[in-house]
């Protein structure tokens, strides 16, 4: 199953292109999320704020400056793991062996933080709560005003 070349003439290890290819995509796939998420984790509050618009809850997130820590907090674990992905995954390619799960790794801790994050943020305040409590007790989901 594996795919390896032969060694070069410097006595490298042999590599498994598929693993190769593999595993800077799975970096870069990670470096463009961590790059692309940064500002909308620094302004975690705004982000649930837009996210109540749209989905129809009236008021404003009540826990701004937590909101922002977490997602401060958030945004410093994923560039960690990127950069333990990197660090780790880079010298196992040169020595030839398999590494295309230490950047899958990272994006799934990664990953489990943003969630973990959202859910105890917007679990723990009162308007997501009121609103639930609105939903359960009419049976009517407010109209979000979803404008570009």
């Keep these: 199953m594996s795919d390896p070349t032969p060694p ?5 290890a042999p590599r498994r292109t598929w693993d190769v290819v593999l595993t800077v995509g799975l970096l870069a796939i990670g470096a463009v999320s961590v790059i692309g998420t940064f500002a909308e984790l620094a302004d975690l509050a705004a982000t649930i704020d837009e996210v109540y618009r749209i989905q129809g809850i009236e008021d404003a997130y009540g826990a701004p400056e937590l909101a922002n820590a977490v997602g401060f907090g958030v945004n410093v ?3 960690a793991a990127l950069l333990w992905a990197a660090a ?5 390619l040169r020595a030839g062996r398999v590494a295309f799960w230490i950047p899958l790794t990272a994006g799934v801790v990664g990953s489990l933080a ?5 859910v105890a943020l917007i679990l723990g305040d009162p308007a ?3 609103y639930v409590d609105e ?8 109209t979000g005003t979803a404008t570009p």
Excluded at 8 to 12: I, R, Y
Excluded at 88 to 92: F, T, W
Aim: no cysteine; net charge positive; charged share 10%.
């Design 88 to 92: 780790l995954a880079i010298p196992r």
């Design 114 to 118: 943003i969630g973990i994050a959202m």
């Design 8 to 12: 070069t003439a410097g006595g490298d």
């Design 128 to 130: 997501f709560l009121a």
């Design 135 to 142: 939903v359960a007790t009419t049976g009517i989901v407010p």
């Design 77 to 79: 674990l994923r560039v």
